[in-house]
C-alpha cells in the first residue's frame, strides 16, 4: 500500500487500524513521508509515539524493524558484525586449499555472506512489500556517540562498512525516531527531522482512543476510567506531585483488566484492587488509594451521567 496523499488520508489510514490521532500528529507525519524526512516524536511515557510506528506499519502493510535503544547501545547490535564463527570455520578450511591466495581469501572473509545484518542495516534492504517502518526506540536512552553516528543514516539514508564501502537504500525506509527526553537530543539530529510533542489526549481524544482498542468495553465503565485518569492527570494527588502520571497505554490496559473482571462500573474495592494497572509505582499508590480514590470515582460517575446525557 502507497502512503497517504493528504492529512485527512493520514488520519484515515491510522484511524482504520485503531490509532485515534489529532490533526496535528496526522500532519507531522504527512509531512515526514511526503518529504521522506525522519519523525520525531517526544514526549511523556504512554501517549502513543511507538504505537504509532506499529500502527504505520500495520496500516500500509510494510515491515515494522524496531530498534531499541539503551545505554552501552553499539554497531554490533544496532547496524551489523562479522560471523567470525563462519569466518574462523573458513580460514582453516582455506589453509588446506593452498591454490586460494591470501587477497582472494580476506576479499572472500569480508563478504556479505559472512555479514550479520541488524536493524539499521536491515532497514536500507529492498523489501517487495515497499521501505520498511524502522522505529529508534527511546533514542534519549542511547550514549551521545552513538546519536552522533546516526546523522549519515538519517540525513542520507546510508551508512558506511569500512570492508565494504557505503551502502544506499534504494528508496528510504520511513522513519520514525521516539524520545522520553531523559536527555536532550543533539540540535544536528533535530536538524534531519520533522518534529511533533506528543501530548496527553484530551478528554474526547483518550475516550476515542479507549473505544477503538477496547471495543468490548461497556460506554458507562469507558467513561468513567477516561474520566477518572483525566482527573488524576490534572490535578495532584492530596497537594503531592505523582512520580509518574498514567498514559494511554496504562489506560488501555486498566481498562481491559476491569472487563476481564466483568465490571460495569468503578466502585471503590474494585479501583483499590486494580489501580496497579493504572499507577506504576508504590508511592503513587498510597496518594491515590483511599480517600483521593473516592473523590476521583465519583468525579468519574458525574462525568460518565453528563457524557451520556
Known amino acids: 500500500m ?4 493528504s492529512v485527512d488520508a493520514t488520519l484515515a489510514l491510522l484511524s482504520s487500524v485503531g490509532y485515534v490521532a489529532d490533526r496535528s500528529l496526522a500532519t507531522a507525519l504527512f509531512l515526514s513521508l511526503e518529504l521522506q524526512r525522519p519523525l520525531l516524536l517526544e514526549g511523556e511515557a504512554g501517549v502513543g509515539k511507538t504505537a504509532l510506528a506499529a500502527s504505520l506499519a500495520h496500516a500500509l502493510g510494510r515491515r515494522l524493524i524496531r ?7 553499539d554497531l554490533a547490535s544496532s547496524l551489523y558484525e562479522w560471523n567470525y564463527a563462519r569466518q574462523m570455520i573458513e580460514l582453516r578450511l582455506a589453509e588446506r586449499d593452498a591454490r586460494q591466495g591470501r587477497e582472494q581469501l580476506a576479499a572472500e572473509l569480508f563478504s556479505q555472506r559472512f555479514l550479520i545484518k541488524r536493524p539499521l542495516l536491515q532497514a536500507l534492504e529492498q523489501d517487495a512489500a515497499g521501505p520498511p517502518v524502522l522505529l529508534i526506540d527511546e533514542l534519549d536512552r542511547a550514549d551521545e556517540p552513538f546519536e552522533a553516528f546516526l546523522l549519515e543514516l538519517l540525513g542520507d539514508f546510508q551508512v558506511t562498512i569500512p570492508e565494504l564501502g557505503t551502502i544506499r537504500a534504494a528508496q528510504p525506509p520511513l522513519v520514525v525516531v521516539t524520545s522520553n527526553r531523559t536527555r536532550e ?13 506528543l501530548e496527553y489526549p484530551s478528554l474526547e481524544r483518550e475516550l476515542a482512543i479507549v473505544r477503538a482498542r477496547v471495543p468490548g468495553a461497556g460506554a458507562r465503565l469507558t467513561a468513567q476510567i477516561v474520566a477518572f485518569v483525566q482527573r488524576l492527570r490534572q490535578q495532584q494527588a492530596s497537594g503531592r506531585e505523582l512520580f509518574k502520571l498514567p498514559g494511554i497505554a496504562e489506560t488501555i490496559e486498566w481498562t481491559r483488566a476491569l ?8 466502585g471503590a474495592t474494585v479501583v483499590d484492587d486494580t489501580l496497579g494497572m493504572l499507577l506504576k509505582y508504590q508511592d503513587d499508590l498510597q496518594l491515590v488509594r483511599g480517600a483521593e480514590a473516592n473523590a476521583l470515582i465519583e468525579h468519574a460517575a458525574r462525568s460518565a451521567v453528563a457524557e451520556s446525557e
Open 2 to 5: 502507497q502512503p497517504p496523499c
Open 67 to 73: 530498534l531499541q535503544c539503551y545505554e552501552g547501545l
Open 259 to 266: 472487563l476481564a473482571l466483568h465490571c460495569d462500573e468503578l
Open 185 to 197: 537530543l543533539h540540535d544536528a539530529l533535530r536538524r534531519r527531522c520533522c518534529y511533533h510533542w
